[in-house]
Nanobody, 115 residues
Framework: QVRVVESGGGLVQPGGSPTLSCAAS????????MAWHRQAPGKQREFIAV???????RYADSVKGRFTISRDKDNNVAYLQMNSLKTEDTAVYYC?????????WGQGTQVTVSS
C-alpha cells in the first residue's frame, strides 16, 4: 500500500507561481508513475499531468506550457510547478501514485486563485 500526502496549496493571486508537492510512502518500490489531477467546484475531476519512472511527462492541454511536473525518485516526491495561474485554475489538486495494481490517492490540497 502507498500513502500519499499533498501539500503546497493555498490562496494565490492571479499570475502567481506556487509549487505543489506529493509525498509517497509505504510500498514505494511498486510505483510506476505519479500524476496530478484537479477538481473544480461543480466539475468532474480532471487529469493535469503525469510523470513516469522513466521521466516521461504528459500534460492536459489546459495547463501545457504553464505547469511543470517533476519528480525526486530517491525521496518519492512529485512536484507540480504552476505558473501564470488563472482564476479558472481554482480547484482541489489531487496526487495519484500509480502502482502496477492500484491507484493511490491523497486527500488533496486546495488552490484558490483570487485577488
Amino acid at each position: 500500500q502507498v500513502r500519499v500526502v499533498e501539500s503546497g496549496g493555498g490562496l494565490v493571486q492571479p499570475g502567481g507561481s506556487p509549487t505543489l508537492s506529493c509525498a509517497a510512502s509505504g510500498s514505494t518500490d511498486s510505483i510506476i508513475a505519479m500524476a496530478w489531477h484537479r477538481q473544480a467546484p461543480g466539475k468532474q475531476r480532471e487529469f493535469i499531468a503525469v510523470i513516469t519512472n522513466d521521466g516521461d511527462t504528459r500534460y492536459a492541454d489546459s495547463v501545457k506550457g504553464r505547469f511543470t511536473i517533476s519528480r525526486d525518485k530517491d525521496n518519492n516526491v512529485a512536484y507540480l510547478q504552476m505558473n501564470s495561474l488563472k482564476t479558472e485554475d481554482t480547484a482541489v489538486y489531487y496526487c495519484d501514485v500509480a502502482t502496477r495494481n492500484t491507484a493511490n490517492w491523497g486527500q488533496g490540497t486546495q488552490v484558490t486563485v483570487s485577488s
